[in-house]
């Protein structure tokens, strides 16, 4: 069995106004963990930042990630950055007509970018028995039903206002497209679609050649937070999906860890709500664990 991982964070957005300050830190905390608790090689593990996580890097890399795989091993993936809508081409989405995707750092709206589409496709071909754990730590939301987050110390005061401000130190996970893309995402003008659950690679994982678990920082109309916690940033989701790892010494199963996580952004003040998808036998399993 091997263990490999591909863990991608972006900070930096060149062209925008949007840079971020806690995903360089979400993939080293992440790395930490996995060597740690989970006896993942430094050697597995690929880490793609900024400037090095660009569109078509990302995509090779999780297609060599799947090839390689063989039945018994565990593969993770994690994705530190800014999430969008742009409209569905394919027509699979039914109720809101429009795909997520990742923004890498290239992201220029028309082709460089990586739709929920192309995951689903790129992870098909897992052979039977390899275990997928797929992190998300990005808005995945419509413009116009978003939440806000209010970090709870500054909750009610003009400085929680300025989410974008050094005083909040909050920042959201949510790359706004263009006018032009915006509006050609939404059919009927100057009214917001209806939105729709995260789960759209639960599409994948509903072959029985593989088993998919998908975490997810935030509902599907929500913010991700990049909060200044513990004297530095990082993602509000990843920060605690890693403490309370360590607090367990890595034996929590995933069911109980998505409590605790929720418990703990709740206690914070953060208004998102984690997600965890996956066949129900796993999430009573220890979080990267593949057996059965």
Known sequence: MTKRALLVGINDYPGTQNDLMGCLNDVTNLYDVLVKYFGFQPGDIRMLTNARAKTQTVLDALAGLVEKSQSGDVLVFQYSGHGSQVRDLDGDELKDHKDEILCPYDCDWDSRFIRDDDLAELFSPLKQGVLLEVILDSCHSGTGTREMIVDRGLAGTAAAVDLWGKEAGIRQRFLAPPADVALRA??????????????????????????????????????????????????????????????????VPRAELLKRVRASLRFEGFSQVPQLEGAKKRKELSVFSPEL
């Open 186 to 251: 939404d059919e009927i003008f100057g009214e917001e679609l209806p939105l729709r659950r995260v789960g759209r690679l639960e599409k994948s994982s509903e072959r029985k050649t593989m088993e998919h678990i998908l975490w997810a920082a935030c509902r599907s109309n929500q913010y991700s937070a990049d909060a200044y916690l513990a004297g530095r940033f990082s993602g509000a989701f990843t920060y605690f999906f890693c403490k309370h790892i360590r607090s367990a010494e890595g034996a």
